[in-house]
């Protein structure tokens, strides 16, 4: 394991609505000046759901292209593309995100319920989106939601082979209802499952809501990486809002360097990754 720490931002998810979070960045501007402060903070990759004029969740692919490519023009920063989209998102246009050209992409690795939905994600759809990004270069993080998730990870690897660049990277997204729960527990019986993974795998994780700190200091303690953000959290303490990404991203790194473990640069994050 690396002594430096990967902080992923992951500024706005599909999830909450501008109206309700106002803080939250919904325009390519808005995501711009997030990702450079966040980046100037301490970030080395962000996880990028985009909205469209009205502020919804879409994975329209001229918009998805866009943002890559303006991330990258303003921006050092890793660019993690969602492949999870919002859970009405058909797969098609799931796998078509990759069309647009990421560095990186999420592949979540099993179905979920998800609070009052479901997060479908089926074998097949989780083998092509495997070998699509294999075939392209693009660098996955596999998305765990349960402790299942990460045996069904180990038999894609087995089945169809490491991912571009050889190394296993992967995020325990905790706390979702209807997914595992977001305690130091239950990241520890993750960490010790990623043991059966290849050799140098790596872990960040992340807590929603009330479960980010818990998260954030088991990952730490236990050698992790860590992804922070408003697509995760929307309070930052008992009846306190975030504010911006950049109130989180903050809170990371102070963290990380209390953890002896100070953020990793791009440019380390990317030689982590094998990239
Ligand atoms: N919005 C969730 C349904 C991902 O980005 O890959 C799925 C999600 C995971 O956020
Ligand atoms: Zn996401």
Redesign the pocket.
Known sequence: MTTGTLITV?PT???SAKAEVPALPVTLDELLLTAKECEALGAAVI?V?IRDDEAK?TLDPARLRDTVTAVRESTGLIVQL??????T?PEAARLAVLDAGPDM????MGTVN?GN?V?LNRWEFVVDLHTRMQERGVVPEY?IFDLGHLTALQRLLGKYGLPAGGHVHVDF?MGVPGGMPGTAEALVACRQAVRDLPEGTTFSATGIGRSTIPVMLSALATGGHLRVGM?DTVTYAKGQPVESNMQLVARAVAAAHLAQRPPLTPTEARRLLGM
């Open positions: 992951a998810g599909a999830e996880h759901h969740p969602s492949t999870g989209g919002a859970v998102d992409a999420s592949c979540t998800f939905d997060f998305e997204v697509e």
